[in-house]
């Protein structure tokens, strides 16, 4: 049990609870304008009909089960079911999400060689070779689960150590690593999370994140079951088409808590025109949790002078920082606004570790946010190469460690020893950063430094810069090394949708302002299509492979 917040054993006493005191609260989903609402009575029922299926194929306490279903009951239940069981579900993309079908069929046996689990639920069997008997078809198994004459499994509600789920991240390599997540982790962080942000019963949240990703799943199904309040769910795809939907529900559901990651700022404000906005009103949105990528500030703040107009209050958005080693909340930032962020001198920075101010508006300036303080009951540091403390405004690596951490990645114990810090139990993140004020500011992944004539820079100042010129999609910039006859060179890898008798001078021009913003010069400038830049099924760019991608371009460029 946590020191703070509720006081429940599990998320799923949690739920139990609200079940039997509560009709009016659970958990909507919005696909293509129809609505089903699932009532947290009704969702304990289904869930236990659910166990009670699965449990005939003889899963068991401390089996795996995956999932490979969209944002729907279908998911809801299917996912509550195996942990009724005692069993441990895994959520892997969809062949509609991000990604192809091609590269799906490959996460998805990869993660069966992976997991053996004992049972998968999918939304369409014939994209999958697995064992018939242990194979569900999500809408049949939702369609036993609402079933009243349907046997319900019985409730064997969780310790806090036994295993709640494993979140599986593919990475840049694209072999996957489960997080163990414990259901002490996910109470935890659950009740860091709500405690942070003042999120009460009467709260509603209203989210598009994917459910297989750690934001989407613990944001939009756990943090409201912990606390009773509703969720209103709708696919990621419904967003990237219609990125305007997402507003209109806040507005008619009064939505007071949303997550989005940066590029969805920036990709809402500019796809979303004013005739669809007609009769919105965004005053009841009070939190939009930022984070999961980098935080460029003028990426926020046009989001939030666009949006103004229709009453969006412009402190609403608050930078956070997290991972799934975490469950997902590591710090928290207060509603500001402007967003609160450093200017410091890029060439300290990476050439001596060190967080030095200078002039905002300086072409020397490197911004990087405030992501805020740690949530209560996880502490913060930052090490050198050696595991030293550093003191505050250097910058070296963060490490974590606190109620929600993992205890590592399911049967991976070399990755995990080269992550956990014993004694001491503190985490290395991967992420590089500085501490100012008992505050962390993140600069860019340890492993993506760009060494250049021996001076180190991180990437996401390059790709920011880029993102500045209109015609780059947004989120489509990636800054990559390339080495080539003996010298190691930068390379800017941006998508666009412009014609190709514009990308030369798009070229010229992110040359040019990349020059500005950090002083380097990229060696040159690659214009793709939208959706050529290899990414993860969470939407995290495979940085391994945007190189191997960039380096075959100048080996068959020279070649011509």
């Known amino acids: 049990m946590t020191a703070f917040g509720p006081q429940f054993s599990t998320v799923l006493h949690a739920l139990v609870h609200h079940a039997q005191s509560d009709d009016n609260s659970g958990i909507s989903v919005c ?11 009704d969702l304990v029922d289904a869930a236990a009909r659910s166990a009670w299926e699965l449990s005939k194929a003889n899963v068991k306490k401390g089996d795996r089960v995956l999932l490979c279903l969209p944002t729907g009951p279908e998911f809801l239940i299917g996912f ?31 993660l069966v060689n992976y997991l053996d689990p004992a049972a998968v639920i999918v939304s369409d069997p014939s994209l999958f070779e697995f064992d018939e008997k242990k194979l569900f078809i999500g809408k049949a198994l939702y369609a ?17 150590d036994d295993l709640a789920l494993i ?57 409201p079951i912990f606390m009773g309040s509703n969720s209103i769910l709708m696919p990621p795809t419904e967003f990237l088409r219609y990125p305007a939907r997402w507003l209109k529900l806040v507005s008619t559901q009064k939505g007071t808590i949303s997550a989005a990651p940066n590029f969805a700022f920036s990709y ?63 710090t928290f930032s207060e509603n500001n606004f402007p967003i609160a962020f450093d200017a410091i001198d890029r060439d300290i920075a990476v050439g001596e570790m060190r967080a030095v101010d200078v002039d905002a508006t300086s072409s020397s300036a ?17 090490v050198d190469d050696h595991g030293t403390e550093l003191a505050e405004c250097r910058i070296g690596n963060i490490q974590f460690r606190g109620l929600s951490r993992t205890s590592g990645y399911y049967k991976l114990p070399g990755e995990t020893a080269k992550c956990l810090v014993i004694p001491g139990g503190w985490w290395n993140t991967g992420d590089a950063g500085y501490l100012r004020n008992g505050r962390l500011r993140i600069t860019g992944r340890v492993k993506d430094v760009i060494i250049l004539r021996g001076a180190n820079y991180f990437p996401t100042e ?20 390339v080495s080539r006859g003996g010298n190691e060179e930068f390379h800017l890898v941006v998508e666009s949708d412009l014609h190709t008798k ?21 060696d040159d400038v690659h214009v793709l299509p939208r959706r050529s830049i290899p990414k993860t099924t969470s939407g995290k760019v495979q940085r391994s492979k945007v190189r191997s991608m960039v380096e075959k371009l100048v080996t068959d460029a020279l070649a011509t």
Request: proline share 7%; glycine share 10%.
């Open 31 to 41: 696909v293509n304008g129809d609505t089903t609402f699932v009532s947290y009575k």
């Open 80 to 110: 509550l079911g195996a942990q009724f069981i005692g069993a441990i579900p895994t959520a892997v993309a969809t062949p509609t999400s991000i990604g192809s079908g091609g590269a799906l069929g490959l996460q998805f046996e990869k």
């Open 144 to 160: 036993s689960a609402m079933n009243s004459s349907v046997p319900k499994y019985r409730l064997d509600l969780p310790s806090p």
């Open 167 to 223: 979140q599986c991240t593919s990475g840049s390599t694209g072999h996957p690593k489960g997080v163990e997540i414990s259901h002490g982790n996910l109470l935890s962080n659950c009740s860091q999370l709500t405690s942070a942000s003042s999120w009460t019963q009467p709260d509603k949240i209203v989210s598009w994140l994917p459910l297989y990703h750690d934001m989407g799943l613990i944001l939009g199904i756990f943090c």
């Open 268 to 330: 809402t404000a500019s796809r979303v025109r004013d005739d669809e906005m007609r009769g919105v009103d965004l005053a009841s949105w009070r939190w939009i949790f930022c984070g999961a990528e980098p935080i460029h500030v003028p990426t926020i703040h046009t989001f939030i002078e666009r949006f103004t107009k229709w009453g969006f209050p412009k402190n609403s958005v608050v930078p956070c920082y997290g991972l799934a080693e975490a469950t997902l909340g590591v």
């Open 366 to 382: 490197q911004h990087v946010v405030d992501c805020g303080r740690p949530v209560e009951g996880t502490e913060v540091r930052v």
């Open 462 to 481: 390059f790709e920011q810069a880029a993102q500045l010129i209109g015609g780059v999609h947004p989120g489509g910039a990636v800054a990559v090394p």
């Open 502 to 522: 514009d990308h030369a001078k798009l070229r010229l021009d992110i040359r040019t302002v990349v020059q500005m913003r950090t002083g380097i010069v990229p």
